[in-house]
Every structure is written in C-alpha cells, then in structure tokens.
C-alpha cells in the first residue's frame, strides 16, 4: 500500500511595503560576513531594499502629500508675516514727528567744576533748550528729546551716564566734560593749532538697542552735534 504525499510551496507573502527586496551581491555578503565576526546573517541582507527616485511613479502618493505639507506651511508662514509686518512698519511711520520722543540726557560737568565762567556747558544747554522747543510737525525743525540732568548725581561723570545709557534709562547721552571751558579758553590763548573741540563733549548711544532707529536717525542727529560757532570766534 502506497501512500502519496502531495506538497505545495507556499506562495511568498507580498512586501507590505511594495518595494522590491533584491539578492545582495557578493561584495554586499562579504561585508555583512566581516561585520558580525565572519557569520552571514541572511535577515540582516534580506532587509535591503530597492531605492528609486522621488519622481518615480511608485512614489506619486508620498510626493503629493510632501507638496501639500509644504504649501499649507509656506501659506501659515505668509499670514503670519503680514500679520507682523504691517505693525512693525505701523511702527516706524511719522517717525521723525515722533523723534522728540527719544530721551537724551545732557549732563553739564563744565558748569559744575567752571562755575560761572563756564561757556562750553551752558551753550549745549541753550541749545537743547531751543530744540525742545522747537515744533516737531516740520521735518526741517525734527529733534530729539534732551533733557538736562544734574551733575550732581553723577559723581562717577561719563561712567553714570554710561551705565544710564546700558540700563536703558534713555536713548543717550551727551556728557559736556568737566572742565571743558577750561580745555578751550587754553587753547585759544596759547594758540593750540592741535586742540581738538569734539574732545569736550562725549556722546553714547547704545547701537544694538533698535538698530533702525540707532543708526537711521538717532546716531546722525547726535554725531551732527558741534561746539556752537561763536565759540571759535
């Protein structure tokens, strides 16, 4: 009596991924040998997988909804840009109408240590007196806004008016320097070619504080600064 045994192969299960599983190569068997001390692991090869391009027609899907990701994020980041921009430009509109609203602290040091016969102090507190006012309606008559401190409370001169400035206490500062009529009036009578006006007054300014405001408008009007005219007569 015979019996007669009938088998069937099962057929290989499809790639879920659908993506062609390729035999290794030798050089790709011989590597794989190498790295687990001289064992060829067949599951380790088995795993590789057929690359293809992001053009391929297999990947229409997956690239669809890579383009859709990408236009809904460039759309939120359009809107979130000109909800930004309108009050960041909203900002710097009549800018130089509203200039007087940056303070800079004037701090007379000459006054202080010259008295009476001071002149350099007392003509730079003239003129931020006559700047402030000054109409700020007219582009032409734009300034900033001076204050005149006491030099009284800076005891440590140009280092309180800094550490003022770095505080953010104002947007600057202009320190007449004690002496400076003194510096002047020596120089006019000894005939000192080599005297140097600027070096009597200090201005600061911090230039990272808003960068458009500091180098557009605020660090011209301050740099324009000079001693007046009728001091070098």
């Known amino acids: 009596m015979s019996s007669s045994h009938s088998s069937t192969t099962a057929a290989p299960s499809a790639d879920p991924t659908g993506l062609t599983r390729r035999k290794p190569t030798p050089a790709k068997e011989e590597f794989f040998q190498q ?15 057929e690359r293809y391009s992001i053009l391929d ?6 690239r669809k909804t890579l383009g859709l990701g990408l236009l809904k994020t460039l759309g939120l980041i359009t809107v979130a840009l000109w909800i930004c921009l309108p009050i960041f430009w909203g900002s710097l509109y009549l800018t130089l109408q509203y200039l007087s609203n940056l303070t800079i602290y004037l701090i007379d040091l000459d006054t202080a240590s010259s008295g009476s016969s001071a002149i350099v102090g007392p003509a730079f507190r003239a ?5 402030n006012a000054m109409s700020t309606k007219l582009i032409s008559t734009a300034h900033l806004g001076y204050v005149i401190r ?6 440590r001169g140009v280092y309180d008016a800094m550490d003022e400035v770095t505080n953010k206490d104002c947007w600057g500062a202009i320190v007449v320097n004690a002496n400076a009529t003194s510096a002047w009036r020596a120089a006019v009578q000894a ?4 005297y140097e006006p600027s070096g009597s007054v200090g201005v600061f300014y ?9 180098l557009l408008y605020l660090a011209p009007f301050v740099s324009s600064l000079s001693l007046p005219a009728y001091l070098a007569s």
């Open 150 to 155: 006491d030099a009284a409370d800076y005891p």
């Open 57 to 62: 027609d297999r990947a229409s899907k997956d």
């Open 206 to 214: 911090q230039g990272a504080r808003y960068y458009q405001i500091i």
């Open 191 to 194: 005939g000192d070619a080599a």
């Open 35 to 49: 790295g687990n001390n001289g064992k060829f692991l067949p599951y380790i090869a088995a795993t590789h997988e």
């Open 127 to 131: 003129m931020a007196s006559n700047s």
